[in-house]
Structure formats: structure tokens, C-alpha cells
């Protein structure tokens, strides 16, 4: 009989699983989150917070991207499948406080990474797998060969941070409308420069190349947590060099049992 429930459960991936599998996507997570929404009613559940993803925003729209605006037009092509299942929580959260009066919220998140990550490189998100590839490059003495560009964008949210806001969301948050979990927009980083910043922490001296035939996905989604310091305004979160530093530092010791 919990009374609290922190909705983490997902099938998630990079950008190359998605392209591969978004009905897969969308079928998996539209179950998943109706199970847990609906048996968490049937439980009498007192709240709920459940996980979105800042890419389940518009592809067309404008920037910074703040909570009024998850339903104004079709995500990213690239993962439409995920993007539109987890935007039916938000629809899945209304529907059970207007008809039942159930404390069903939801969060967003941008790019969490840290500790116990997936670190796999084909299926896992651009950071873990940028520090797998810098670890293998350099036991290897290859060159680090980064997917794409390196131009887009990100703003990236340290797990250890999130975990944190989680706890205050379960504790404090009453709104049903979901809320912004990000660094600011002055945090966002390229692609290039998580990269580099992998590349200080782990002291890789090799070449680092960008191969330019893969695809980029979005560009950006800079995400606005203004709501978020409108509760919090004192709120610190870790610098991000340091939680990369200490993410590549956590899967050098764990290499073996890492999830990869």
C-alpha cells in the first residue's frame, strides 16, 4: 500500500534507438505508464511523480521552452514514438485529478547522466556513451571519433541534482501541471564541448574527430527553469565539469560491472 510513487520506469535510448524503434517506443511506454498510473489509483497512491523528457516538446517552436507549451505542435521526427507516450502522462495525469482528484504530477528533466548510467555507445544517451568511447579510445591509442557535428546543444542535469529536486517534487510540489527540472539556459553546452570536457576529466591525449555523416537529431531544446528557481531560487546545482569529472571517475572504477 504505498502512498507515494516516483515513476521512473521507461524504455529509453539514444538517438539511434529511436530512429530504429519508435512504434517499439511508443506501444512499450504507453503500457507502462497506464499500468502504473491506473494501479496506482486503484491503490488509493496519495501522489505520483512521474518523468517526461524535455524532448517531447514541438520541433517548431520558440526558445526558451518553458511547461505551457508540451502540446503546441509535433516533436522531433527522430522520436516522435517516445515523445508522444510520454506526452500522454501529462494528458493521463489531468484526466485522474479531474475525474478522481488524484495528486498525479509530472517532471521534466533535460539530459540526466552520472553515476550507474548506461553507458552503452550504440543505445545509450550522448554522455555516458562519450565516456565509453573516450575510456576505449584510450586503452586503444585510437582516435575519439564523436557521431555528428558536435554543434548541437544541450543543457545536461547531474543525477545526484536530480535526485534531490525529486525528493522536494514529492514533498512539496502540488501542482498537477508538470515542472521543469534543468540547469539554465546560460549552462546549455555543445556537443563539442561535453565532448572536450570528457576528454580533460579522463586526460585523454588522442586525436578527437567528428564524423559528420550521422545524423545530429535536434539541434537544440533549450528548456527554461524559470518556474523551477520561481520555488527555489537558492538552489545549487553541481558544475558541470565536475560531475563530469566525477562520472568518468565512477565508470574507470566500475568498468566491469558498468552498464554497457
Known sequence: KPTHVIHLAAMVGGLFKNIRYNLDFWRRNVHINDNVLHSAYETGVQKVVSCL???IF???TTYPIDE???????PHTSNFGYSYAKRMID??????FEQHGCRFTAVIPTNVFGPHDNFNIEDGHVLPGLIHKV???KQTGSPLTVWGTGKP???????LDLARLFIWVLREYDEVEPIILSVGEEDEVSIREAAEAIVEAMDFRGELVFDTTKADGQFKKTASNAKLRRYLPGFQFTPFKQAVKETCTW?????????K
Request: with cysteine; glycine share 6%; net charge positive.
Open 153 to 159: 546543444r544541450r543543457q545536461f542535469i547531474y543525477s
Open 91 to 96: 494528458i493521463q495525469n489531468r484526466g485522474y
Open 135 to 137: 575510456y576505449l579510445a
Open 53 to 55: 523528457s524535455t524532448c
Open 58 to 60: 514541438p520541433d517548431k
Open 68 to 74: 505551457t507549451m508540451i502540446h503546441n505542435g509535433p
Open 251 to 259: 565508470f574507470s572504477a566500475n568498468y566491469v560491472n558498468a552498464r
